[in-house]
């Protein structure tokens, strides 16, 4: 399976920089499995990554690959889209990358609808700095900022990017690796602002501290959690208490951004044509 | 200086005094003159102390602000106030007398026109009291041609609008010239 | 009506720049509404698709960075307006556009600081923002309009200069400039130099995207080209890809800043007024060479060797020219609508070898010719 996938990376980059048990490569494995399932052209596709462990994604990728600042990936990819519809443009962010620091361009860029495919590594904490508490933390769990355990509530990113306008959302776990790639090939297919979530583990800066050492543990800890929407529906609010539930959370059809834009082109320079407007000398 | 004319417009916020400059600047290009404007307001779309300031020259204009006109439109109390004394020896003030009643004694010529109220009474839109003051300016300082003027403003003004804005400009017009024939 | 009065019309500094901007082939605009800089981006609305080009309103200035550096990957020449506020939230991409090297235009139309400051009255305080704002050693290039005209032909020269050095290039415009309206003649289409971006001509597999040839400007690749390459902001090795490399990091610091030495003559502009045998030389740019150039015309009228001299390139600074200066003038008299920002630089090139005074104003109005008269009166006493 690697072999197919090498195609789509740097091999001369490698090895990556992930700690041992990190989930970001499984995660990174999906997405190139729903590319190469879509067939995506290499040359016509462009991957931009933010800051944070997750965000290096891009630099091990074969593809065109722009590696932003903290928060504004999906503000660079805005720009890339909208002045070439024609390019795939998938984003990849962590928790703190894109809920903290990047919110408001998150709620935006789904509010636009703008057709991107935004993969949300979610390990729950920032990495990279060494195990500060991110706006995606579960309350109560310990970081270096929280050493006594957050206080503050975590967002929700899935529903709010529903709320803010998302035409697809799903979230699937690092264990669940084909229903992550599924997702991640619809949320590809779905022409408009697509969230992927992907669950992911971060032994190394979240676990040690949360009473899960390993990979492994928190692997298990996913699979144990993890809850199908289908089934979700069934539980009580009691039972799905704690729980993360996954697979295809939200869609719903809404014109796309760049699309609008073209129309808008078409119908202003029809206008113009009619000599309503006369065009300018300069 | 050569042949330079300084104008400052000025009132409250809302009384098209920018873009009462703008065209009055305009029309001195159309009169093939040198012409620039530039502007002061707050921070209100609405209500303010607010001045357009045009000069009009033959010449390369260096400094853009205006610091004693030769030409001040006062359409309220406030702005005659700060800018009387600011007037150039020899220069004219024209006061909407509709909102400006007292006037100091300046070194220049006072006119005294009822700008707004002709507006709204004979337009019945007192908006267009912009264009009146601008027809009384052009009649009294023949800064720029009628003819130049009446084309700025068209170019200027949404569509639309044509009859009541040359309707205005010749209400303008009309009062300087009632203007100085004793009424002042 | 001769040609040049029909040709001649009224025009605001702030649209003469966006007509530049889109004149030198800008066709991607993204930008946040914000005092005195909106008209930019509201012309930039309505004319970018009649020309088949884009327009966004962005969520805040940082975002609006970030979207021209996207465009402008993807091969469409891009620019932002602002003012201070928004200038400071631009900083960060700034320095990621000097950084990963993506020609990129921002106009900062500058009003009275700091913080919100008088959001309708002019300054010039964003001088020294504009050349070390971001952080970290970084090239730019910073250009300044006094007129209309100007604003437009330097406009025009800011999106030459960034495709040409693969570099952020800032208009640095004032609330004065940018609201002004005078009397213009713009040059014809033919009259108006176009300078694209070097695009490679290697093939794929022998490109570099950072490898610089004998202009010390590397060729670029467009995203989506059939270049697959890395864009970074972190410090990067000739194929893009990151490194911690000591060499390779200073080399590449070493390149930014090379790329604009060795091209000074094309980069620098300056204009100059009685010049030639003057004592006393008022040094100003923007708006405030308007009055500065009132004063000397007086000061001639007084028989005082009073001379303008006015760098229209304020960044990077035109040493070599006022290394002249300190050689030929008794006085340099720097008027600015800030504390005196450009003047230390004037003060730092001449050395002591002559007089530099300031004439400064922060209280949100334009210096008037009569007190940089004053301070020219004063030195010739």
């Known amino acids: 399976m690697m072999e197919e996938l090498e195609r789509y990376l740097r091999m001369d980059r490698f090895p990556h920089m992930w700690c041992p048990g990190c989930g970001n490569g499984i995660v990174l494995g999906c997405m190139l499995r729903a590319i190469k399932k879509l067939d995506l052209e290499q040359d016509r596709t462009v991957i931009v990554g933010g800051i944070g462990c997750s965000s290096r994604a891009v630099g091990y990728l074969d593809f065109n690959t722009l590696h932003t600042t903290h928060g504004r990936a999906l503000a660079y990819a805005t ?58 933390t579960p309350a109560g769990k310990k970081a270096t ?13 899935s529903e709010l990017a529903g709320a803010a306008g998302a035409t697809f959302v799903g979230r699937g776990t690092t264990y669940h690796t084909e229903l992550l790639t599924g997702l991640i090939v619809k949320g590809i297919q779905n022409k408009g602002f697509s969230l992927v979530e992907a669950i992911t583990a971060c032994p190394t800066a979240f676990g040690r501290r949360n009473k899960m050492k390993s990979g492994t543990e928190m692997l298990l800890w996913q699979k144990e959690n993890a809850v199908h929407i289908n089934r979700a529906g069934r539980l009580s609010p009691e039972e799905l208490d704690g729980k993360i539930v996954i697979g295809e959370l939200h869609r719903h059809e809404a014109p796309e951004y760049t699309e609008l834009y073209d129309k808008l082109i078409l119908n202003v320079r029809q206008e113009t044509d009619g000599a309503s407007i006369k065009p300018m000398k300069v | 200086m050569g042949d330079r004319t300084e104008l400052r417009l000025s009132g409250t916020g809302g009384q098209g005094l920018i873009l009462a400059g703008i065209i009055m600047a305009d029309a001195a290009i159309r009169d093939g003159k040198n012409s620039i404007q530039s502007q002061s307001y707050g921070p209100e779309a609405r209500g303010g102390a607010s001045r357009a300031e045009v000069i009009i020259g033959d010449e390369e204009i260096d400094y853009p602000k205006v610091t004693n006109p030769n030409v001040l439109l006062v359409m309220s109390q406030e702005a005659c106030d700060k800018f009387a004394s600011d007037l150039a020896s020899g220069g004219v ?42 027809g009384a300016v052009a009649r009294i300082t023949g800064v720029v041609s009628r003819a130049a003027l009446t084309e700025a403003l068209m170019a200027r003004i949404p569509r639309g609008t044509e009859e009541i804005n040359r309707k205005a400009l010749e209400l303008g017009w009309q009062l300087a010239e009632q203007g100085s024939t004793g009424v002042l | 009506m001769s040609r040049v009065v029909e040709l001649a019309r009224l025009m605001q500094g702030n649209e003469a720049a966006a007509e530049g901007a889109l004149a030198a082939g800008v066709r991607f605009f993204a930008g946040y509404p ?33 979207a021209i550096i996207g465009a402008s990957l993807a091969g469409v020449k891009s620019l932002t307006a602002t003012s201070g506020p928004g200038f400071s939230l631009m900083q960060e ?29 002019p300054a010039q ?23 209309v005209r100007e604003a437009y032909d330097l406009a025009v020269r800011s999106v030459n200069l960034a495709e040409k050095y693969r570099m952020p290039v800032i208009l640095l415009m004032d609330e004065v400039i940018g609201h002004l309206r005078e009397r213009v003649v713009l040059p014809s289409p033919d009259e108006i130099e176009i ?34 390459y890395h864009v970074t902001g972190l410090a990067h090795d000739e194929t893009g890809n990151p490194t911690n490399d000591p060499d390779k990091a200073e080399s590449l610091l070493l390149r930014l800043h090379d790329k604009l030495g060795r091209n000074l003559e094309d980069i620098l502009i300056e204009d100059s007024r009685s010049l030639d045998d003057a004592e006393v030389v008022v040094l100003a740019y923007g708006a405030t060479a308007r009055p500065a150039r009132q004063a000397v015309k007086e000061a001639r009228r007084q028989n005082i060797k009073a001379g303008l001299y006015r760098p229209l390139t304020l960044w990077p600074f035109p040493t070599a020219s006022v290394d002249r200066l300190a050689r030929q003038a008794r006085t340099i008299i720097v008027p600015e609508m800030n504390l005196g920002q450009y003047r230390i630089e004037v003060e730092r090139t001449v050395r002591g070898r002559a007089s530099v005074v300031g004439v400064n104003r922060v209280n949100g109005e334009l210096i008037a010719p009569g007190e940089i008269l004053q301070a020219i009166l004063e030195v010739v006493k």
């Open chain 3, 93 to 121: 991409n700034i320095g990621f556009a000097a950084m990963a090297e993506v020609p990129c235009v921002i106009v900062n139309v500058q009003r009275s600081g700091p913080s919100t400051g008088m959001p309708t009255a």
């Open chain 1, 79 to 136: 720009g890339i889209k909208l002045a070439r519809p024609e390019l795939n443009v998938i984003v990849v962010s962590g928790d703190g990358d894109l809920t903290a620091i990047g919110g408001n361009h998150f709620i935006h860029a789904a509010r636009r609808n703008i057709d991107l495919t935004l993969v949300l590594f979610n390990n729950s904490i920032y990495g990279m700095t060494g195990g500060q508490y991110s706006p995606l």
């Open chain 3, 125 to 147: 305080g964003d001088v020294m923002q504009a050349r070390w704002g971001t952080h970290g050693d970084h090239p730019v290039i910073a250009l300044c309009p006094s007129s």
């Open chain 3, 34 to 66: 914000i005092t005195p800089s909106t008209e930019l981006a509201e012309i930039m609305a309505e004319r970018l698709p009649r020309l088949g080009g884009k327009f966004i309103q962005m969520e805040d200035e940082m975002a609006s960075m970030a």
């Open chain 2, 93 to 134: 003030i024209i006061a909407d007398s509709t909102y400006v009643q007292e006037l100091p004694a300046v070194d220049g010529q006072i006119c005294k026109l009822p700008i707004s109220q002709t507006a709204r009474e004979e337009v019945g839109r007192e908006m267009v009291a912009n264009v009146v003051a601008l």
């Open chain 3, 195 to 228: 300078v694209n971006r070097r695009e490679t001509q290697e093939a794929p597999a022998d490109y570099y995207a950072y490898r610089a040839d004998e202009t010390g400007v590397p060729p670029m690749a467009n995203f989506g080209t059939g270049y697959r």
């Open chain 1, 145 to 157: 900022t929280a050493p006594y355990g957050t206080i503050e509530t975590g967002f929700d990113a």
